[in-house]
């Protein structure tokens, strides 16, 4: 079942982030508060438009998020603990927090980050990145803005 005009204007603004109450009075109910609460409760197809909506909205930011921590990991001027920051969180993202900790550990013979010196973060940096290449040459992903 197709969404109304008003139905549509509210999926767009609850997938810009705005609350019930505020998507709804934007997209022109009389009774915003009651009817956000009834679009969001008693309208299938305005909620199932909603996990669509904000489902291609990350997998199209998602590429940009990735983009912008590959910069940091790789920006030499960067302090180490962020670009150490950054290459953890692209292995929790494609890996997993578990799969990331002890890939941590046992490349850093369990020594902390905070105790490693410039030139094994640098060598930290350079492995994970490695890794980061393995990981997306075995298993590039694809955005397709037209699926279901």
Do not use: W
């Amino acid at each position: 079942m197709s969404l109304t005009d008003k139905q549509s204007a509210f999926v767009d603004a609850k997938v810009r982030g705005l609350s019930n109450t505020e998507a709804a009075r934007l997209a022109g109910f009389a009774f915003p508060k009651q009817e956000a609460s009834r679009l969001m409760h008693s309208t299938p197809n305005v909620a199932d438009a909603i996990r669509k909506g904000l489902a291609l909205r990350l997998h199209t930011a998602a590429p940009d998020a990735l983009g912008v921590l590959e910069d940091i990991m790789r920006d030499t001027a960067a302090p180490a603990p962020a670009r150490i920051r950054a290459a953890c969180h692209i292995l929790d993202r494609c890996l997993g927090p578990a799969t990331a900790q002890q890939a941590s550990s046992s490349d850093c013979d369990d020594k902390p980050i905070g105790e490693m010196s410039v030139a094994e973060l640098e060598a930290y940096i350079r492995h994970m990145d490695e890794k980061i290449k393995t990981l997306k040459s075995a298993a590039p992903f694809e955005i397709n803005a037209n699926s279901d």
